[in-house]
């Protein structure tokens, strides 16, 4: 059972907004950055969002991230066939010890 | 680009020790930090244990008795070995670059335990 909460599973059709939530205990997610994964299918996991809101190089902008408090949003908007994935949150607890979410899966209609 | 490429056995028998490695290019092993991470068949991801260039580690505590993390400068990588495995270990294990998140990743290496 992670610590951080995400959605089992999300969806929506093409060209549509979606959001993924990701909600901490213990502070976790007030205290430190959140980071956001992709996985698609068979493949590694890929940083889509570090440090809450900040795009790594070659991320396009349909994708953001956002927190306020213990909670963290992952958007996505004019969505496509190949953002269908699997979605990680992560960020830290008080020792520096990783943390992740369980993961949700976005289905693209 | 930084690169990394786990390598090691796909098969362990019950009990006996899993070994990877993971080896870096494109950049130096000598800055930041290296983890390993593993994704066991259709389940999220579980982060095994981190190492510094100068050989410092930090431990999932639920696998710390059982994890060790190694590095090598000089061959510019970094090694994991778990022993008395179990089924439950049998997982797809990622090596992934550390900086303030997990920005380089592996392409993961499938281990099945099995006898």
């Known amino acids: 059972q992670s610590v951080l909460t995400q959605p089992p599973a999300v969806s929506a059709a093409p060209g549509q907004k979606v959001t993924i939530s990701c909600s901490g205990i213990?502070?976790?997610?007030?205290?430190?950055?959140v980071s956001w994964y992709q996985q698609l299918p068979n493949t590694a996991p890929k940083l889509l969002i570090y440090?809450?809101?900040k795009r790594p190089s070659g991320i396009p902008d349909r994708f953001s991230g956002s927190k306020s408090g213990t909670s963290a949003t992952l958007g996505i908007t004019g969505l496509q066939t190949g953002d269908e994935a699997d979605y990680y949150c992560?960020?830290?607890?008080?020792?520096?010890?990783?943390?992740f979410g369980g993961g949700t899966k976005l289905t693209v209609l | 680009q930084v690169q990394l490429q786990e390598s090691g056995p796909g098969l362990v028998k019950p009990s006996e020790t899993l070994s990877l490695t993971c080896s870096v290019s494109g950049g130096s092993i000598s800055s930041y930090y290296w983890s390993w991470i593993r994704q066991p068949p259709g389940k999220g991801l579980e982060w095994i244990g981190y190492?510094?260039?100068?050989?410092?580690?930090i431990y999932n505590p639920s696998l710390k008795s059982r994890v060790t993390i190694s590095v090598d400068t000089s061959k510019n990588q970094f090694s994991l070995n778990l022993t008395s495995v179990a089924a439950a270990d049998t997982a797809t294990y990622y090596c992934a670059r550390v900086r303030g998140s997990f920005d380089y990743w592996g392409q993961g290496a499938l281990v099945t335990v099995s006898a």
């Open positions: 992560g960020t830290w607890d008080n020792s520096l010890r990783p943390l």
């Open positions: 190492i510094e260039y100068n050989g410092r580690t």
């Open positions: 213990n502070s976790n997610l007030d205290d430190h950055f």
């Open positions: 440090e809450d809101d």
